[in-house]
């Protein structure tokens, strides 16, 4: 999965809270430096063992893999192609990679931090560039989330969790709107 990692920052937070609950301590996962993957790589997982499950009980195959797109860096070792933002090309891609709003890189520089990659958020005014109109923001978005529903690497609970994520940021929503939502002028 482009931009997957092992622990995502949801997966932290909950493995905190569990030790919190039944320990009574807090949780040894250390401080990694940085912003861990955001990206629910556990929508990806629970869609392919429902297409699995679906193979197995009608026949119906579940989606081809897709591979992530390598290349060779200038020392000639492979790694995995990166588009002009960051993020990798290739492999099955969730939502918030067709329309993003930062980059994932699917690895950390630290040694044990390596598995929880990383999530670099675009500045607020790369994202006004790239989504001035809120509308639009949310159709590019709805349209990613039908297609990879579409390919079977998405549930619709996720897909619905993914839109309200969107509906619910400030993306999109330039200042003059901001300030008239604030003030409840039109």
């Not at 980059?103 to 958020?121: A, R």
Request: with cysteine; glycine share 8%.
């Amino acid at each position: 999965m482009a931009g997957g990692v092992h622990v995502d920052a949801r997966q932290i937070q909950i493995e905190a809270q569990q030790n919190l609950d039944e320990l009574g301590v807090v949780s040894p996962w250390p401080d990694c430096s940085g912003e861990a993957s955001n990206l629910p790589v556990e929508y990806v997982h629970s869609a392919l063992l429902s297409r699995l499950n679906d193979w197995i009980k009608s026949g119906r195959e579940p989606p081809a893999s897709r591979l992530l797109s390598l290349v060779h860096d200038a020392s000639g070792q492979e790694v995995i192609e990166t588009d002009t933002d960051g993020n990798p090309v290739g492999g099955v891609r969730l939502p918030q990679l067709a329309v993003p709003t930062g980059v994932w890189t699917g690895n950390s520089q630290s040694l044990w931090c390596i598995l929880n990659g990383s999530f670099i958020p675009f500045s607020a005014a790369e994202l006004a560039r790239r989504y001035p109109d809120r509308a639009d923001y949310l159709r590019q978005t709805f349209a990613a989330i039908v297609k990879a529903h579409r390919q079977g690497f998405l549930q619709r609970r996720n897909a619905v969790e993914i839109f309200a994520d969107a509906y619910y940021s400030d993306i999109g929503v330039n200042d003059v709107h901001r300030r008239s939502a604030q003030t409840g002028e039109r």
